[in-house]
Nanobody
């Protein structure tokens, strides 16, 4: 059974950086699926932040372009989200899942809090 596990969140000051990781214990989905990073802020809908295809093609939300970088390491069964120049509006719970179709149960996510 696919179990997505996100990690790497925390509290950081504006302008700081964090690196999020997403793994799957089944060790199969990352090789065959494009993966996305999503976030949900309090009172808002979940939104796509960044995505990466199996061939390495990438997509970013306009709000994070130039600041966030998505990458994948299939050998480690891990997808990363490097977040630089963080802003208070980036505060949210971050999740990974399939893209463009959400294929799996959502994991617990990892909280990112950016203080001003």
């Amino acid at each position: 059974q696919v179990q997505l596990v996100e990690s790497g969140g925390g509290l950081v000051q504006a302008g700081g950086s964090l690196r999020l990781s997403c793994t799957d214990a089944s060790r199969i989905i990352f090789r065959i699926n494009a993966m996305g990073w999503y976030r949900q802020a309090p009172g808002k809908q979940r939104e796509l932040v960044a995505a990466i295809g199996t061939g390495g093609n990438k997509k970013y939300a306009d709000s994070v372009k130039g600041r966030f970088t998505v990458s994948r390491d299939n050998a480690k069964n891990t997808v990363y989200l490097q977040m630089n120049s963080l802003k208070p509006e980036d505060t949210a719970v971050y999740y990974c899942n399939g893209w463009p179709v959400v294929l799996y149960d959502w994991g617990q996510g990892t909280q990112v809090t950016v203080s001003s």
